[in-house]
């Protein structure tokens, strides 16, 4: 990864409605002093006519007026702050069980989860539920704000109670270590600042501990490189060239690539980066490459480095279902991947993720928010790797063709922690 890309942390805030995920991240934003004089004055007017006193720091990402009159979030609102040693790019998700798809976007390409929970009742089944997409999604590292430690008068027991529940779950997950930190979004304990309210804790602050994350994992994997080709560009000299992001691992002039799905090899001659000509080009990065050869290349076909993913029209997924109506055997919708969209057909449903304990049930259909195992046949070919070697190739979203929503999340494969 380039420095400039090393340094940018993309992270999700998730958890259930009311336990404090927007006042987290107002209060980090306030104290780290990313806002405005006018962007402070707008959250105060905004505190005043709720009349919830000088300052609700959820207003601070709780943009839409709809928001701010019901206290909740209900799109993902994005804000960007920099600390002297990174830059952030945090996706505000909303925690209402209504909007669960608006939080499956938020967290699609994060490097990390922040999840926010009232440390006075635990993990939530809508926690939980967030908790599961989360890691359906690919994070991998997840830190836990364990809020409104004030109101349980910083006692350790509640606080000990919730680091059990945490690890408990995120073994079965697959999450790598996480962190749970004592916090008090309202008043800033251990957000921005340590605190002395918890004596019994010795450990990192919420910013430090971002601050120390691991960055890039949203693009970066354990397959080779692909490039998705997004445009095909004339050059005023002649020939084409094929724009699109790399993602799984970096790319170089001089690399034997193949054209998929026709299966065409040839070599990569230049690669061309918003800074100009370069040799290589990481994950994450959009770059425009020439080939050696002379292909019939187009917008939804892919390059790829070996390891090659796989050619074809039938995929096991695992997937988010955020339709209003069911989803049943045999439902006909269009399959976007990567740049390539198909229709397809639901061949096959293998059962519904029970979020309470992470078991499948055999069910003949997916209702709004469910997590299932569906087989998909398409009628184009696809270029898929297993959603666990490659998030881009391996994710793809199920669109309604009647009303052009979009109806569903899914993961090439079967879940890491089914």
Request: glycine share 8%; net charge negative; aromatic share 6%.
């Amino acid at each position: 990864m380039t420095q400039a890309s090393k340094e940018l942390l993309r992270f999700a805030t998730v958890g259930s409605v009311d336990d404090g995920k927007s006042t987290l991240i107002g209060r980090l934003l306030v104290d780290t002093r990313q806002l405005f004089d006018d962007q402070l004055d707008a959250v105060v007017q905004a505190s005043s006519k709720r009349g919830v006193g000088d300052l609700d720091l959820s207003f601070v990402t709780d943009g839409l007026r709809a928001e701010r009159e019901q206290g909740i979030t209900i799109d993902v609102a994005y804000r960007y702050a920099a600390t002297p040693t990174r830059k952030f790019v945090i996706a505000d998700c909303p925690g209402h069980i209504q909007y669960t798809r608006n939080m499956a976007t938020g967290a699609s390409n994060a490097d990390l989860a922040l999840v926010v929970l009232d440390v006075n009742q635990g993990l939530k089944e809508q926690t939980r539920r967030h908790l599961c997409i989360a890691a359906l999604l690919g994070v991998r590292t997840v830190i836990v704000a364990a809020n409104k430690m004030d109101v349980a008068s910083w006692e350790q027991e509640p606080f000990d109670l919730v680091v059990k529940e945490v690890h408990a779950l995120a073994e079965q997950l697959g999450f790598e270590n996480p962190l749970v930190i004592p916090v008090s979004a309202l008043n800033g304990d251990n957000v921005v600042d340590a605190s002395a309210a918890a004596g019994w804790y010795n450990g990192p602050t919420v910013l430090s501990a971002l601050e120390q994350a691991y960055t890039g994992s949203w693009a970066s994997s354990l397959s080779g490189a692909r490039l998705p080709i997004q445009w095909v560009l004339r050059q005023s000299g002649g020939g084409r060239t094929y724009a699109g992001m790399v993602s799984g691992k970096t790319i170089h002039v001089g690399d034997t690539v193949s054209l998929l799905p026709a299966n065409v090899k040839t070599t990569i001659r230049a690669i061309t980066s918003p800074q100009g000509d370069v040799q290589e080009a990481p994950p994450g990065i959009s770059v425009d490459v020439d080939l050696a050869d002379d292909t019939d290349a187009g917008r939804g076909d892919l390059l790829a480095v070996s390891p090659l993913p796989r050619v074809t029209r039938e995929v096991l997924a695992t997937v988010c279902w955020f339709g209003e109506q069911p989803l049943s055997t045999g439902q006909r919708l269009r399959l976007k991947h990567t740049t390539r969209s198909t229709p397809a057909r639901i061949s096959a449903i293998e059962g519904v993720v029970d979020i309470s304990n992470l078991s499948i049930h055999d069910a003949g259909q997916l209702a709004t928010n469910d997590i299932g195992v569906i087989q998909i046949q398409t009628a184009d070919p696809i270029v898929v790797d297993e959603y666990q070697e490659n998030r881009i190739t391996g994710s793809f979203v199920l669109i309604d063709e009647k009303s052009n929503a979009t109806v569903a999340a899914g993961m090439v494969g079967r879940a890491s922690f089914l």
